[in-house]
Nanobody, 124 residues
């Protein structure tokens, strides 16, 4: 069984920064890509960023490119999302997930295990 636990969410002013963490249980963490998704109230869950098992490939939604950075530390079984220049439209619950198909990194269908989410609120 894989468990993913997000942390680091909170309330921040527009233009500020937050770093989200996702700690994974299990010994196979380094064998899988990981991703971050978000869901705002009344909207569908959307892809934010993804990273391959080695960290050598990263993927971003156009809306966050240049502002967010995904990274991972396989020794700590943790994936991170550094979020800079935050905007009110970044307000959402952020979820990390384990990637099972890099071909579908941009959609929920490419992931199997999900965390419980962490709230990010950006005030204007």
């Amino acid at each position: 069984q894989v468990q993913l636990v997000e942390s680091g969410g909170g309330l921040v002013q527009a233009g500020g920064s937050l770093r989200l963490s996702c700690a994974a249980s299990g010994r196979s963490f380094s064998s899988y890509g990981m991703g971050w998704f978000r869901q705002a109230p009344g909207k569908e869950r959307e892809f934010v960023a993804g990273i391959s098992w080695s960290g050598g490939n990263t993927f971003y939604a156009d809306s966050v490119k240049g502002r967010f950075t995904i990274s991972r530390d396989n020794a700590k079984n943790t994936v991170y999302l550094q979020m800079n220049s935050l905007k009110p439209e970044d307000t959402a619950v952020y979820y990390c997930a384990r990637m099972v198909s890099i071909s579908y990194y941009y959609t929920s269908a490419g992931y199997d295990y999900w965390g419980q989410g962490t709230q990010v609120t950006v005030s204007s």
